[in-house]
């Protein structure tokens, strides 16, 4: 099976190039939004191969995987097909709704009631990442399933040789109050903390928190940093409103103990015996601060985390879903 896809998401993206399709990932010169084609910092494997935008009318595509609304435009422009009527496709939806009462003018577009942007389409399944988000989303007429997350195994790695938190965030300063950026001064001031991600280098400076207590690690290779962040005592998962962060389900995997709001799917994937989920930041605080002062604790909790993690978010599970969907759409 020939599958396009663009690389949006580098951990999902990840995850998904694994299986045993062909995947045809657009690359544009530039590599900008709508063709980074293969990532530098991930490792994909030889099936996924780059093409040209201009070359695939000549290219035979089964079935196209959406993760933007304006990649239907783009599909049919670069295939010269129209998803859901002239080639299957199926919309990988990765966020939750994030339209509120001031920034659109009808009540059916404001959670918990937005609307899908493919609402009146049946052509084109919808498949969320979560439950959460199918809870969430309208979709009306758009057939909807849940794959929930699987990600690449990077082993149990845990040392928590470093007294200090390990938090993983893209672009803090732009993403804000959504990834829970604007809580992080509070939560180096009971712990030392360690910022991973693209565009953190002046997350420090921007967010107000003193360069003793966070360092800043910016846009490591995916190996390097799971090394840097298995050396932290305590993972520290700030998100307010998001489907499910993958840096969350790599930790875990890594056996870092969880400290994160209960928020989203959060409650969903991190058992009591795993980490603290709390929606009050001063207990969130007061959690780190124990973990890293016990260490014992914390490796234990870490191992549950692993397990937690292995036993629902493994990657073979996640291929067989996939393949089973493609299979379907494809008939």
Not at 137 to 164: F, K, S
Not at 282 to 301: C, E, H, I, Y
């Amino acid at each position: 099976m020939r599958v396009l896809m663009w690389h949006v998401h580098g951990s999902w993206a990840t995850s998904f190039v694994h299986g045993p399709q062909t995947t045809l990932v657009p690359v544009t010169p530039d590599r900008g939004p709508d063709g980074r084609g293969r990532p530098d910092t991930f490792t994909w494997p030889d099936r996924a191969v780059e093409v040209a935008p201009e070359r695939l009318r000549d290219e035979h595509v089964d079935v196209v995987v959406l993760q933007r609304p304006h990649e239907l435009e783009l599909a049919e422009s670069w295939l010269g097909r129209r998803p859901g009527r002239d080639v299957p496709a199926v919309y990988v939806e990765h966020d939750t709704p994030r339209r509120t009462a001031a920034d659109v003018g009808t009540p059916e577009e404001v959670v918990p009631d937005s609307r899908h942007f493919l609402h009146d389409r049946s052509d084109i399944p919808v498949v969320h990442v979560t439950h959460f988000n199918d809870l969430f989303w309208n979709c009306g007429r758009a057939p909807t399933l849940v794959v929930e997350h699987g990600i690449v195994d990077p082993g149990y790695r845990y040392q928590g040789d470093m007294p200090r938190a390990g938090v993983v965030i893209n672009e803090p300063l732009r993403r804000g109050r959504v990834t829970g950026a604007d809580l992080l001064p509070g939560l180096a001031a009971a712990v030392p903390l360690d910022l991973f991600g693209m565009g953190v280098a002046r997350a420090a400076d921007g967010l107000g928190v003193p360069h003793q207590s966070m360092w800043a690690y910016d846009d490591l290779p995916q190996d390097a940093m799971h090394a840097e962040l298995a050396r932290r005592r305590v993972y520290v998962h700030p998100y307010r409103w998001t489907s499910l962060g993958l840096a969350l389900l790599e930790a875990m995997m890594l056996g870092l103990p969880v400290v994160a709001l209960a928020t989203t799917e959060a409650v969903e994937a991190v058992p009591p015996e795993a980490g603290v989920l709390s929606t009050r930041a001063g207990t969130l605080a007061d959690a780190a601060r124990s973990l890293v002062a016990d260490p014992p604790r914390a490796r234990q909790m870490g191992k549950e985390a692993r397990a937690a993690a292995a036993d629902r978010y493994a990657l073979p599970r996640f291929l067989r879903d996939w393949d089973r969907v493609l299979t379907e759409v494809t008939r």
